[in-house]
């Protein structure tokens, strides 16, 4: 069965740092790995979709790694903003005949602080 | 244009009452979900349609009914509704047999049961 964990649960940061979210999963069979914001109240945004195939994925400010054998993934936002605070939550996908299924982390809530 | 949209976005109730939850996407995707997020911010899978067939039921009670009268629309119907029902659900839509099959979620339901 796969679980999905994110260290820290919470992260608070002056304006201006870089901000390191980690996810790890524990069947490496993944098919891919999504980063995805979700502010308070609100639906999903998708930030970041990585292959598994995939070493990295780039978008402006946000960076994600994926390490498939060593069930790893980080995200990385330079140089953080207030607009950055919200939940950011990883999910893998895995692929199987009885069913894509798509598993969440906890979530990393996230503070930037002006 | 909205991609996934689910109506009511608020629905609160009464134990023991049926209600049902709405979904349409118009991404012109084959597959369908429905999440559900406890009060812990925990996202769980609940069920996967593709091309209106159930593809997968996560140990859902059978209070839980999801129905898909076509691809673009997938309802959750729930009877006799319980406390531990509140949450939000959340649907998502994606496109199988791609590169990526990248998850699109709507902007979430929330359920309070009284």
């Known amino acids: 069965k796969q679980e999905v964990t994110q260290i820290p649960a919470a992260l608070s940061v002056p304006e201006g740092e870089n901000l390191v979210l980690n996810c790890s999963f524990t069947?490496?069979?993944?098919?891919?790995l999504q980063w995805f914001r979700q502010d308070p109240g609100k639906g999903l945004t998708s930030l970041l979709l990585i292959q598994s195939s995939q070493r990295e994925q780039t978008s402006g400010r946000l960076n994600a790694s994926l390490d498939k054998s060593s069930g790893r993934s980080t995200l990385y936002i330079a140089a953080s903003q207030p607009g950055d605070s919200a939940t950011y939550l990883c999910?893998?996908?895995?692929?199987?005949?009885?069913?894509?299924?798509?598993?969440f982390g906890g979530g990393t809530r996230v503070l930037v602080k002006p | 244009d909205t991609a996934v949209s689910q109506t009511p976005k608020y629905l609160v109730t009464q134990m023991g009452n049926d209600k049902s939850i709405k979904c349409e996407q118009n991404l012109g995707h084959d597959t369908m979900y429905w999440y559900k997020q406890d009060s812990k911010k925990f996202l769980k899978i609940m069920f996967s349609y593709n091309n209106k067939e159930l593809i997968i039921n996560e140990t859902v009670p059978n209070r839980f009914s999801p129905k898909s009268p076509d691809k673009a629309h997938l309802n959750l119907h729930i009877n006799s509704l319980e406390l531990g029902d509140s949450a939000v659900y959340f649907c998502a839509s994606a496109l199988s047999g791609v590169s990526g099959r990248k998850q699109y979620f709507g902007p979430g339901t929330r359920l309070t049961v009284t």
């Open positions: 069947d490496s069979a993944i098919y891919n």
């Open positions: 999910a893998v996908l895995l692929i199987k005949a009885a069913g894509n299924k798509l598993t």
